[in-house]
């Protein structure tokens, strides 16, 4: 039985919810990054409620690294130690093999790397991913795979196909035993697969075909946002997703700005992640229900009006753009904070209103007014 229930659709955009032991996460949603168990720029698991969000993202290969999985283990998990009591999805660390590590040795057994925190040796392999994971006792823990660059070799990447699927294999059967164990932190743990296969469309759709005979609680599509082209993400998602199960969440991984939200949510995806909205934020760019703007302009110096008008965010109901870019340019660490808090509300307002409108069947009218708004610089 799926913990997954698709209410309605509009389209190919899908309205649903996901049963999880921390509770029910409304989809689409848009999951909150804080890489160190902690969103960067001062915010608090407090804040993040108020922010309306409903899944904290950590970082396995982070938290592995320092302060590490068995001291948070110890600290009674990941929830526990940072406070938070909703879901929280971890990360395999695959991703940071391949984008942290400059030297490193691929086998059938695992991935050898250099930490980039101190240079210290470190294996990482399907069994020690999930092992890991348990440790931090997440919801929902995510497969260890390559996530190999764009573009690479096709011969390359059928082989890395071919072996993500055979980890895939093995990270299923490690977390089934973790899973088993009497004083395991979160025998509930769920794990999701990831479809790869590079910018090629047989492969994407072959490697999803054998991973879904896994039956999984869930499915990402990994390896886009990483160097291809908008639209040949947004191919990849058309080529994909007629061959993932309808019964199960659907994760793009790592994207994105507003406008691929809603590219794709048209396109039937349901769970996303990025940095973006507090990495934008701390350099004083905002999103606005009227497009980009970036704060530090000279021309908001004495402007009264808050970031957005159209926000009922905290920090656009207090402060004024002029106060906030005053902030910026006397390096006061509020300011950062305050366009943090903003950004993420903004992303989680628009996955909420994204929700409303496939469940009144006007989500094609949505995108194609937000599509036009968002993208443009004030």
């Known amino acids: 039985m799926s913990n997954f229930e698709l209410l309605t659709t509009d389209g190919k955009a899908r309205l649903g919810q996901f049963n999880t032991i921390h509770g029910v996460i409304q989809t689409p949603v848009f999951m909150n990054v804080g890489t160190s168990a902690a969103i960067k720029g001062g915010i608090s698991t407090l804040d993040l409620k108020n922010l309306k969000c409903q899944v904290e993202l950590s970082n396995t290969y982070h938290l592995y690294v320092r302060p590490g999985d068995k001291v948070i283990r110890q600290m009674g998990g990941l929830h ?70 764009n573009p690479s070799p096709y011969e390359y990447v059928e082989k890395s196909c071919d072996r993500t699927t055979r980890w895939l294999i093995r990270c299923k059967d490690e977390l089934d035993r973790l899973n088993s164990l009497p004083d395991t932190i979160n025998p509930n743990q769920i794990l999701f697969g990831i479809n790869q296969g590079g910018t090629y469309d047989d492969l994407r759709i072959k490697h999803m075909e054998e991973i879904r005979e896994l039956d999984l609680e869930g499915y990402a599509i990994g390896g886009l946002a990483v160097g291809e082209s908008a639209d040949e993400m947004y191919h990849i998602i058309d080529v994909v997703e007629p061959y993932m199960p309808i019964e199960k969440p659907r994760y793009l991984m790592g994207v994105g700005k507003p406008v691929n939200l809603l590219e794709a949510v048209d396109r039937g995806i349901d769970f ?12 004083g760019n905002l999103f606005t229900w009227s497009g980009l703007l970036n704060i530090i302009n000279q021309k908001f110096m004495t402007d009264e009006r808050p970031i957005d008008p159209d926000c009922d965010c905290e920090v656009c109901q207090n402060y004024s753009r002029g106060y906030i870019r005053h ?39 949505f995108k194609k007014e937000y599509v036009q708004k968002l993208g443009k610089r004030i």
């Open 327 to 365: 902030l910026f340019k006397a390096k006061e660490m509020l300011g950062m904070r305050l366009c943090v808090m903003h950004n993420l509300y903004f992303y989680n307002t628009l996955m909420e209103r994204i929700r409303d409108a496939i469940g009144e069947g006007r989500f094609a009218e």
């Open 272 to 283: 996303f992640d990025c940095v973006m909205p507090s990495r934008n934020a701390r350099h």
């Open 80 to 149: 526990k130690f940072l406070n938070w009591d909703r879901p929280v999805l971890t990360d395999s660390g695959g991703f940071q093999v391949f984008s942290l590590a400059k030297l490193r040795n691929i086998t059938e057994e695992g991935v050898a790397f250099a930490s980039h925190f101190d240079g210290a040796a470190i294996f990482m392999s399907p069994e020690v991913s999930m092992q890991i994971q348990s440790n931090l006792g997440s919801t929902i823990a995510m497969a260890f795979d390559e996530c190999v660059a």
